[in-house]
């Protein structure tokens, strides 16, 4: 969201509306599950490789119509500034959205740090991906050379717009208090801070949140950091988790009744560009769910004041064990 130029084709899409934009990022996490659920999925005829062709193809009709209005109107779109739209360097910056950013910004900020091998596996599949994609793939031939890239479409085109400010506001707004998990608006702009930073954070004008919900947060990437290397440190045991993880968000995101309900998105031309399709900011609620029975920000909650009790009664026990150790030394 922090990249103007894809910002701004996303905003006349309008598939970021407050009243559209949890299902547009419900799509989103189909077509990631699909492209990362198995070898066979990216293979021809697999469903990760049929979406990421109807995704280009998508693409290709989204680009051709602002185009085409940008030739009726030439304050709709301005080529000039923001170059053509959906172009080879904002999918190798989408790309890298989903691979290197993970990789080294999201993950360590949470404490996890992929080995090589994974990396290298994990790049190699989103460099398939997006050859399929039609998206040029020379950049992304090793881990290297993806980081790379990475770094540099960072440093060069981290520059948010007001559209991009909208477009954050909203994604928090169409998850806050929602189900499954109903996290709070002010937990989802501490866990946007954590892991984005301050300072694309303030350029985004992602409100600072209160130190109960970063803590909480914290808590989470405790928890998430150590389940993570204990399942790995245990190979079966990962295999197990990594299968369950898989149809369980599947099934959650999916197949649930608060998810796509079993419809299997086809990424049609649904979210088309007009003269008259602006993205507008929703209105965020403000304040934590801890009230809301299975919300996020309760279950943190509870996970943290088991961690205080499980401190409290360690540090009990190891004063205990110093005040007889002085006894006896006396």
Not at 85 to 114: C, H
Not at 179 to 201: C, E, F, I, M, V
Request: proline residues 4%; contains cysteine; charged residues 20%.
């Amino acid at each position: 969201m922090a990249a103007a130029r894809i910002v701004e084709t996303l905003a006349r899409t309008g598939g970021f509306a407050p009243r559209v934009s949890r299902n547009r990022m419900l799509e989103t996490t189909q077509f990631v599950l699909q492209v990362t659920n198995s070898l066979e999925s990216v293979q021809p005829g697999g469903d990760g490789h049929v979406s990421a062709i109807r995704v280009r193809l998508l693409h290709s009709m989204v680009r051709n119509k602002i185009l085409a209005m940008a030739k009726e109107r030439d304050d709709y779109y301005s080529v000039e500034e923001f170059g053509t739209p959906i172009n080879d360097l904002d999918s190798i910056g989408t790309i890298s959205t989903f691979s290197a950013q993970l990789i080294w910004i999201a993950l360590p900020a949470q404490g996890i740090y992929m080995r090589e091998n994974e990396i290298e596996d994990y790049v190699a599949l989103w460099r398939l991906v997006a050859y399929h994609m039609g998206t040029p793939t020379d950049v992304l031939e090793t881990p290297a050379s993806t980081k790379a890239i990475m770094e540099s479409i960072l440093d060069a085109d981290l520059k948010p717009s007001n559209s991009s400010k909208v477009l954050a506001a909203n994604i928090i707004q169409a998850l806050a208090d929602k189900a499954p998990t109903y996290p709070s608006a002010d937990y989802l702009r501490a866990q946007a801070r954590w892991l984005n930073g301050s300072r694309l954070s303030d350029a985004l004008e992602i409100p600072k949140s209160s130190y109960l919900s970063v803590t909480l947060v914290l808590v989470q990437c405790i928890v998430i950091c150590a389940s993570s290397y204990i399942y790995r440190s245990i190979p079966i045991l990962d295999r197990w988790k990594v299968e369950y993880m898989r149809r369980r968000l599947f099934h959650v995101l999916m197949e649930g009744k608060h998810g796509m309900k079993g419809e299997r998105i086809k990424f049609e031309l649904q979210y088309i560009p007009g003269f008259n399709t602006v993205t507008e900011q929703g209105e965020v609620a403000r304040g934590l769910s801890i009230g809301k029975a299975g919300s996020r920000d309760m279950r943190n909650l509870i996970i943290l004041g088991v961690l205080i009790i499980i401190l409290g009664c360690m540090l009990y026990f190891w004063y205990k064990v110093a005040l007889m150790a002085l006894h006896w030394i006396r």
